[in-house]
């Protein structure tokens, strides 16, 4: 089974418009941690948060924003006012208490803001 | 920000030949890993490394991969006998605690065509 699934492939946006990306995640575990990572066209995957399974404050950092629902299983990343410098594919993560620092990864949602 | 370093990005091999990939990870962490993303496909967990041994694997590593810390900087992925499967991005990573909330800290990746 998925444990990490985002169902979004493919997502193109005009400019200026907010976008949400999706990621529902299954785990057992009490204590586990999401996080979502960008890949931009070169290549690396870079941080952009984590959140731990008791804490499901939303958060927001500038554009970005996370909403984590345990009801529901899912840490949902919306891009307000997207920019085509967010053109990128971005993975969804997930890593449990009891396997340590192995991350399960989503399939990723590949983003294109057309100017 | 300290960065993780792979070499080389592109690797191009037959079949049934050794490759080695290289990777030096951010100087102070203890704890390595390998991730693999066939192409279009999620990102996975390959192997983590710890105080000179592996601390977990998937089943994706079988006999046919073998990592190694040759020295004090690099953190070595060795497939002895390549195939057509392989051909994948290979990501390195490294973190300081290992521990399951912690973020990792990836490369730009070395992408292996298999031929």
């Known amino acids: 089974a998925q444990k990490v699934t985002q169902a979004q492939t493919e997502i193109s946006v005009v400019e200026k418009e907010d976008v949400t990306l999706d990621c529902v995640y299954e785990?057992?575990?009490?204590?586990?941690?999401l996080f979502w990572y960008k890949q931009p066209p070169s290549g690396e995957l870079v941080f952009l948060i984590r959140?731990?399974?008791?804490?499901?404050q939303n958060e927001i950092s500038g554009r970005y924003s996370w909403n984590f629902q345990k009801s529901t299983s899912s840490f949902n990343f919306t891009i307000t006012a997207s920019q085509v410098v967010d053109s990128a594919v971005y993975f969804c993560a997930l890593s449990e208490a009891t396997t340590g620092n192995q991350f399960y990864f989503g399939t990723g949602t590949s983003l294109t803001v057309i100017p | 920000e300290p960065e993780v370093t792979q070499t080389p990005s592109h690797q191009v091999t037959q079949m049934g030949q050794e490759v080695i990939l290289r990777c030096v990870p951010i100087s102070n962490h203890l704890y390595f890993y390998w991730y693999r993303q066939i192409l279009g496909q999620k990102v996975e967990f390959l192997v983590s490394f710890y105080n000179n041994e592996i601390s977990e694997k998937s089943e994706i590593f079988d006999d046919q991969f073998s990592v190694e810390r040759p020295d004090g900087s690099n953190f070595t992925l060795k497939i002895r006998s390549t195939k057509l499967e392989d051909s994948a991005m290979y990501f390195c990573?490294?973190?300081?605690?290992?521990?399951?909330?912690?973020?990792?800290?990836f490369g730009s990746g070395t992408q292996l065509s298999v031929l």
């Open positions: 959140r731990n399974s008791f804490d499901e």
């Open positions: 785990t057992r575990d009490t204590t586990y941690y």
């Open positions: 990573a490294s973190s300081q605690q290992g521990v399951a909330n912690e973020k990792l800290f």
